[in-house]
């Protein structure tokens, strides 16, 4: 299933385009697909896309695959998430989009994203080679691009990351979890405010930086523990936190990555620069 060199093919809004075969679909160099609505690819089916020749447009691209097997430079769909993690992630599925995320202080991310929901997301120790195209490039210098992953509404996490521009990949390792990713052309600030009435645990503040808990209505933080890259207990006390933002004990601890448990169930990944 090819789209030749020349050829231009419009998914409109409110249409979609199911893919199911077990086929490689290819979008040659100088083809140009714009999907304003939706394709859907099944599990056999993969995304080839020539340089130059991504999927544009308003609409999303998506599939859903079962990985019940640690994974090993998995790409469902070839939509461009390639995912390592000695966790099986379960029934996943994959979104992916166009329209350029704009953040609460006014950076604007290439015209690329990614939305990773698997059945297990936590305690992955995932690594994530984000795939980009230079026509999504949205104005920015390839190699400044950071990879970010959405926290909530207009705020995201800048994430240590690469840039390979010879495989045109942006990759992070050491995720707990996989969300929302995209990428920025510099590591983007973070800001609190108006969190408190947020529906979900959430962990606020950058690398380096005092870092914030929000505690959601209705919930209270009873426990909270602080476990090395190996998985070590470092550090636990009860704080016994209501709803509202919290200012984490500073703790004095080395380089590298760490991951903060509330009580026991929620987990969220700490860089120390």
């Known amino acids: 299933m090819v789209v030749p060199d020349g050829t231009f093919l419009l998914v409109e809004a409110g249409t979609s385009l199911r893919v199911e075969a077990p086929i490689t679909w290819t979008l040659a160099a100088g083809s140009l697909v714009v ?9 056999e089916a993969q995304l080839d896309e020539a340089p130059g020749a991504a999927i544009t ?17 998995a790409d469902p769909g070839g939509l461009g998430g390639i995912i390592t993690s000695p966790v099986p992630l379960g029934n996943t599925l994959v979104v992916r989009g166009h329209v350029p995320y704009t953040d609460y202080s006014g950076h604007s991310s290439i015209g690329r994203w990614i939305d990773f929901t698997p ?7 995932a690594t994530l080679a984000f795939r980009y195209d230079p026509i999504e490039l949205n104005g920015m210098v390839e190699t400044d691009q950071r990879l970010h992953v959405r926290a909530t509404s207009d705020i995201w996490w800048f994430l240590p990351s690469n840039v390979n521009t010879s495989d045109r990949t942006v990759t992070t390792t050491g995720l707990d979890s996989l969300g929302l990713f995209t990428t920025f052309n510099e590591d983007l600030p973070n800001g609190i405010g108006a969190m408190a009435s947020g529906a979900h645990f959430v962990l606020l503040g950058a690398p380096g930086e005092p870092l914030f808990l929000n505690v959601p209505a209705n919930e209270r933080a009873d426990h909270i523990a602080l476990y090395s890259s190996s ?8 704080p016994r936190w209501p709803a509202g933002v919290h200012a984490l004990p500073i703790v004095d601890i080395a380089a590298g990555l760490y991951q903060l448990r509330v ?3 929620h987990n969220f990944t700490i860089v120390r620069p």
């Open 57 to 73: 447009g308003f609409g999303t691209e998506r599939t859903t695959h079962d990985l019940s097997a640690p994974v090993f430079a």
């Open 35 to 43: 999907n304003d609505g939706e394709i859907t690819l099944g599990p």
């Open 119 to 125: 059945s297990t997301n936590a305690g992955l120790d």
């Open 263 to 265: 009580n026991n169930r």
């Open 231 to 238: 998985g070590g207990l470092l550090r636990s006390f009860n």
